[in-house]
């Protein structure tokens, strides 16, 4: 079903700067970043970690999951070493033995050369190379697994994506706010609640960019003069600055004429 050597199409795989860099789990989160305890990843994400570990989109990923298939298997009188493949890349997994198990069948698992597993652990650096510490060792029998894996790594992705676009808009709402001068009118006669990520202020901005049906938008001296008893100069070409940077307007003719995006 999956060709291992195959290349991936499309932004998930092939986009290393949004893989990212995992913190082993006696590491604790630096301050201020957020943390996943856990979290499924492709080997590429783990071979484009930093020193600092495993990251997506900021969240730092404490323990990892891994479906991959195994290419070789070397065993010692202390560890078992898997070389293990996906269709994103290749690297190593260490699995220590438990040396006070009762035989070997639960030391060591059952898992030959070509078998599917999934494989939990921490990423570490090795010699200039990435290696994944294993703790746990698991062999697929159910193809559908291998699917599973793949989508729910998709899955997290974009929902981490959403999760910090959602602290990026709050963090940058709470700072432009703070730095408003003293005859700022935020907070006068809306309430505090959001739409779609917006605050009452930038809706009243975005709202009269969307209604309009010229070609071109609307000019930001129709916007103003539409809102001048409402809000200060400051404040509109603030707001007008944090949209267009976030993707929800852009500029048409010249940098005074703006329309909405399809972004929600």
């Not at 195959?6 to 006696?26: D, E, L, R």
């Not at 600092?52 to 999951?65: A, H, R």
């Not at 997994?93 to 198990?101: G, H």
């Not at 989508?151 to 730095?179: P, R, W, Y």
Request: net charge neutral; charged share 20%.
């Amino acid at each position: 079903m999956w060709n291992d050597q195959s290349a991936v199409g499309g932004g998930f795989f092939n986009s290393p700067n949004q893989f990212g860099n995992v913190n082993t789990p006696n590491q604790a989160p630096k301050s201020g970043r957020r943390a996943s305890r856990t979290a499924p990843i492709v080997i590429k994400q783990a071979l484009h970690s930093g020193d600092d570990g495993v990251k997506i989109w900021g969240t730092e990923i404490q323990i990892v999951s891994i479906v991959a298939r195994v290419r070789n298997i070397r065993m010692q009188s202390t560890k078992i070493t898997y070389t293990i493949q996906d269709i994103t890349g290749r690297m190593r997994a260490v699995l220590w033995l438990d040396q006070e198990a009762d035989d070997d069948e639960k030391a060591t698992p059952k898992v030959q050369v070509n078998d599917y597993v999934q494989v939990y652990g921490t990423v570490k650096t090795n010699k200039g190379k990435k290696v994944l510490m294993t703790f746990k060792v698991m062999p697929i029998t159910d193809v559908n697994a291998i699917t599973f894996h793949y989508l729910h790594c998709i899955h997290n992705k974009v929902k981490m994506e959403a999760d910090s676009k959602k602290e990026k808009v709050t963090n940058n709402n709470s700072t432009f706010q703070s730095g408003l001068p003293a005859n700022s009118m935020v907070g006068v006669t809306e309430n505090t609640g959001s739409v779609n990520g917006l605050n009452p202020r930038q809706m009243m901005v975005f709202n009269l960019i969307r209604a309009s049906t010229q070609e071109q938008g609307i000019s930001k001296q129709d916007m103003y003069s539409t809102l001048k008893d409402r809000m200060a100069q400051v404040e509109f070409e603030n707001i007008l600055e944090w949209m267009c940077g976030e993707g929800h307007i852009y500029s048409t003719i010249d940098e005074e004429h703006f329309r909405a995006t399809d972004a929600f």
